[in-house]
């Protein structure tokens, strides 16, 4: 069995290079819906692999990951939606974990909203 | 739902909205008894016993985005039509348990699923939360306390920086493991 005991090393390990996690006006939001209807269509690995990359990656200062309630469009979870400061809020429809790490590749880091994925365009072709 | 962890991860969502700053999960594998037995107990804003018998159905919800609340309702179907039962004990500003039986070895039960992400998912999303996980298999268990975690962690680092979330999900997938020896639940 693992023990809790190696969080003490850890934390030894850490001392000192924990930077403050405080929220911060400058920082961008993502948000993963987490209701009934978000974890049904999958939204637990999707939230799991842009939380991963953006520690990974080191981008947590730039960017937090949280979860939400139900966002009211239950058909096209799982839902993303991105809140850069300054900017209109983006909302990605039926993310998966390998479409949420593109969004976070070409649109929070190369800064070009992916299109294709978004709620507008879900819509449209809906219409059509 | 096709996972009964999913239905967890779900029912946990509501103590968390419920403000509980304890929330007590245990999943109970008991293959002598033919059972398998969830119970979500939490210490948040609680039901009234009204509220809680209507939370049982589908067209009652707090919310107000849309009219049907399904979560709790899938649960005790799925629980149900294994031969099992389903039960909500609730107290208005004590707290609510939720306790599902399922025949363990029912051909309509749903596959346990991934649990271990499910609770890795709660834990270090709700940071501002004590869970205390208690995994059983047999007479075989074991326990995730993040208030013992933040004994030895400290407060001042995170269950989201990489190495404390990657220990999270390596504690719990592996004592899982050596608690059921691998089956498949």
Same mark, same amino acid.
């Given at each position: !069995? ?15 290079? #924990? ?14 819906? !987490? ?6 269509? @999958? ?39 991105? !809140? ?8 990605? #429809? ?8 593109? #969004? ?21 072709? &809906?219409?059509? | ?16 909205? &419920?403000? &509980? ?26 039901? $009234? ?25 899938? +649960? ?5 039509? $294994?031969?099992?039962? +389903?039960?909500? %004990? ?9 306790? &599902? ?21 709660? #834990? ?17 268990? +074991?326990?995730?306390? $993040?208030?013992? !975690?933040?004994?030895?962690?400290? %407060? ?24 059921? @020896?691998?089956?498949?639940?």
């Amino acid at each position: !069995m693992k023990s809790l005991e190696e969080l003490r090393a850890i934390r030894a390990k850490m001392q000192g290079k #924990v930077g403050v996690r405080a929220e911060s006006a400058d920082q961008t939001r993502v948000v993963v819906g !987490m209701a009934t209807c978000g974890i049904a269509s @999958g939204a637990r690995p999707v939230l799991t692999a842009l939380s991963d990359a953006v520690q990974e990656q080191n981008l947590s200062e730039k960017i937090s990951v949280t979860q939400t309630g139900c966002i009211g469009l239950c058909q096209y979870e799982p839902i993303v939606e991105v !809140m850069e400061p300054g900017k209109e809020k983006v909302t990605y #429809v039926k993310m998966t974990p390998e479409k949420a790490l593109e #969004v976070l590749r070409l649109h929070l880091i190369g800064g070009q909203v992916v299109t294709k994925y978004t709620l507008s365009a879900a819509q449209n072709g &809906a219409k059509q | 739902m096709p996972e009964i962890s999913l239905n967890i991860l779900d029912v946990a969502e509501n103590s968390v909205r &419920a403000r &509980a700053d304890l929330i007590e999960i245990t999943v109970s594998v008991k293959p002598g008894e033919d059972t398998l037995t969830v119970i979500i107990r939490d210490n948040g804003c609680g039901m $009234t016993a009204d509220q809680a018998k209507r939370a049982q159905d589908p067209f009652f919800t707090t919310r107000t985005t849309r009219i049907v609340g399904l979560g709790l309702p899938f +649960f005790k179907q799925a629980a149900e039509c $294994t031969g099992g039962n +389903f039960r909500i %004990d609730s107290e208005k500003g004590k707290g609510t348990t939720v306790q &599902a039986v399922f025949g363990l070895s029912h051909i309509d039960r749903m596959p346990l699923g991934d649990i271990s992400s499910t609770i890795h998912t709660l #834990v270090v999303f709700n940071e501002q939360i004590d869970f205390k996980y208690t995994y059983e298999y047999g007479d075989k268990s +074991f326990v995730l306390d $993040t208030r013992e !975690m933040r004994e030895m962690l400290g %407060d001042e680092i995170s269950f989201m920086e990489p190495e404390v979330s990657l220990f999270i999900w390596e504690y719990l997938d592996t004592n899982k493991k050596e608690t059921d @020896g691998g089956a498949e639940i």
